[in-house]
T-cell receptor, first 112, second 110 residues
């Protein structure tokens, strides 16, 4: 069974630029999560989707971050404009809605 | 600060047991998890425990849960160099709003 795929694996941008990350969850998984993991910290949930609807986006900085999950499969997370403090690893996870979440390898973003 | 707290570092010798501790704050958490993260990789679920249990054993891993003190521990028996990684404790309510600790970096010395 293929795991959660994310791309790109690494991205370096300058502050005030825009960036987008892509996630392809495990086939059949209805629930999809985006996390931000700042160096030295645990992952922090940004947004949770159930199919193509948003379940929880309370910790998403909506003035600059946006996410969508068209057709309830793939998802993109966008940052516009980026700030220095957005430097982090962005993790995507998917699940069936039970106890387990399966994580992708993450996208490491560096904002200079 | 973190809702879930862990010590940041642990160093053990190969073959010894490792015990990683965690405290959490939400008494209504229904699931408690241990994840492993190796360099450059995503998080891998090692084990989980329901809040109505106090112990779970899975091969070399033993999880102990003290709900009264909101304390969770992970014991790794016969620790190997391949166990070197960062271990994250996490809590959730019905698999929603999962909150992670900052992670404990386990170093296993040969």
């Amino acid at each position: 069974e293929a795991g959660v795929a994310q791309s790109p694996r690494y991205k370096i941008i300058e502050k005030r630029q825009s960036v987008a990350f892509w996630c392809n969850p495990i086939s059949g998984h209805a629930t999809l999560y985006w996390y931000q993991q700042i160096l030295g910290q645990g992952p922090k949930l940004l947004i949770q989707f159930q199919n193509n609807g948003v379940v929880d986006d309370s910790q998403l900085p909506k003035d600059r971050f946006s996410a969508e999950r068209l057709k309830g499969v793939d998802s993109t997370l966008k940052i516009q404009p980026a700030k220095l403090e957005d430097s982090a690893v962005y993790l995507c996870a998917s699940g069936t809605g039970s106890y387990e979440q399966y994580f992708g390898p993450g996208t490491r973003l560096t904002v200079t | 600060g973190e809702d879930v707290e862990q010590s940041l570092f642990l160093s053990v010798r190969e073959g010894d047991s490792s015990v990683i501790n965690c405290t959490y704050t939400d008494s209504s958490s229904t699931y408690l998890y241990w994840y492993k993260q190796e360099p450059g990789a995503g998080l891998q679920l090692l084990t989980y425990i329901f809040s109505n249990m106090d112990m779970k054993q899975d091969q070399r891993l033993t999880v102990l849960l003290n709900k009264k003190d909101k304390h969770l521990s992970l014991r790794i028996a016969d620790t190997q160099t391949g166990d070197s990684a960062i271990y994250f404790c996490a809590e959730s309510i019905n698999n929603n709003d999962m909150r992670f600790g900052a992670g404990t970096r386990l170093t296993v010395k040969p």
